[in-house]
């Protein structure tokens, strides 16, 4: 088994930046393959960005490409969403999700099999 805990949520102004962290703990022992997503109220929750178990594959959201970048820290068992430039558009509450299978991107929410309970992120005009 293993907990995700996100943190480093908040609030700020368009254009402005936020870094997010998710510290993976439990079963740290195994790589997991990690993801983010957020859900904005009235939406579906929606993929942000995936990173490999050893970090050398990155792969993120159209919507957020050129300002979003997540990487991972595997000695501090902790992986990272570092947001700049953010937008309105951006406001929601933010996940990080965690699955043993293989190494492939994987960008519906199905397939992961653990998950944060959110970190809320509001960007003000």
């Known amino acids: 088994q293993v907990q995700l805990a996100e943190s480093g949520g908040g609030l700020v102004q368009a254009g402005g930046s936020l870094r997010l962290s998710c510290a993976v703990s439990g079963r740290t022992n195994v790589r997991y393959v990690m993801g983010w997503f957020r859900q904005a109220p009235g939406r579906e929750r929606e993929f942000v960005a995936y990173i490999s178990p050893t970090g050398g594959t990155t792969y993120v959201a159209e919507s957020v490409k050129g300002r979003f970048t997540i990487a991972r820290d595997n000695a501090r068992n902790t992986v990272y969403l570092q947001m700049n430039n953010l937008k309105r558009e951006d406001t929601a509450v933010y996940y990080c999700?965690?699955?043993?299978?293989?190494?492939?991107?994987?960008?519906?929410?199905?397939?992961?099999?653990?998950w944060g309970q959110g970190t809320q992120v509001t960007v003000s005009s």
């Open positions: 999700a965690a699955d043993s299978g293989p190494p492939r991107i994987r960008r519906r929410n199905t397939e992961y099999d653990y």
